[in-house]
């Protein structure tokens, strides 16, 4: 239990890292008007034709492998979360480390008035400051290849539609405890 509120802590520490930094964009992703995620016909996009290389169904049982399902009390628009919310969940050590990610990313937006299920903000400007280059990139490769800066969301999309091409791919990223 020590060596869990030890570990707790220090993410707290690490996330309250840089918060009073300005958040700027200028450069790295160019916004503009809002542009939809690639149809469901897209190749690379999870809902559609051949999708990540993942395996249809529900994917394979016990941890380890991404899973397209989250609890409800995070709501409808938390789908694209899924495999980031699966990969802290798969073990215990990990999923406080969400938690405190979550809280940062509701911070972030109370502060720069973002709303809680803009998955492109959290993914373009939030993560890369929260996440470690490789985890970043590791979601990168194997989740989000098909992201752009100017993705949208239905907020009413199921995780199991949406990630149907993604279900049983393993999680296969391993590091030192500090990368997360």
Same mark, same amino acid.
Request: charged fraction near 5%; aromatic fraction near 24%.
């Given at each position: 239990?020590?060596?869990?509120?030890?570990i707790?802590?220090?993410?707290?520490?690490?996330?309250?890292?840089?918060?009073?930094?300005p958040?700027?964009?200028?450069?790295?992703?160019?916004?503009?008007p809002?542009?939809p995620?690639?149809?469901?016909?897209?190749?690379?996009?999870?809902?559609?034709?051949g999708?990540?290389?993942?395996y249809?169904?529900?994917?394979?049982p016990?941890?380890?492998?991404?899973? +397209?399902?989250?609890?409800?009390?995070?709501?409808?628009? %938390? &789908? *694209? @979360?899924?495999?980031? #919310?699966g990969?802290?969940?798969?073990?215990?050590?990990?999923?406080?480390?969400?938690?405190?990610?979550w809280?940062?990313?509701?911070n972030y937006?109370?502060?720069?008035?973002?709303?809680?299920?803009d998955?492109t903000?959290?993914?373009?400007?939030?993560?890369?400051?929260?996440?470690? +280059?490789?985890?970043?990139?590791?979601f990168?490769n194997? %989740? &989000? *290849? @098909?992201m752009?800066? #100017?993705?949208?969301?239905?907020?009413y999309?199921?995780?199991?539609?949406?990630?149907?091409?993604?279900?049983?791919?393993?999680?296969?990223?391993?590091?030192?405890?500090?990368?997360?």
């Open positions: 239990m020590k060596k869990k509120t030890i707790a802590l220090s993410l707290l520490f690490l996330v309250g890292c840089g918060k009073n930094d958040i700027t964009t200028a450069g790295r992703y160019p916004y503009g809002s542009v995620a690639p149809s469901p016909t897209y190749p690379g996009f999870p809902g559609g034709y999708g990540g290389g993942g249809p169904g529900t994917g394979y016990g941890g380890g492998y991404f899973q +397209p399902n989250y609890p409800a009390s995070y709501g409808p628009g %938390f &789908y *694209p @979360w899924a495999p980031i #919310y990969f802290y969940q798969q073990n215990v050590v990990l999923q406080p480390v969400f938690v405190v990610l809280s940062g990313w509701q937006c109370n502060q720069y008035r973002v709303p809680i299920y998955f903000t959290f993914w373009y400007n939030y993560s890369p400051q929260v996440m470690s +280059p490789q985890l970043y990139g590791y990168a194997q %989740f &989000y *290849p @098909w752009n800066p #100017y993705a949208t969301f239905s907020p999309s199921a995780p199991e539609v949406f990630w149907q091409n993604y279900s049983g791919i393993p999680y296969g990223y391993s590091c030192a405890s500090g990368c997360y």
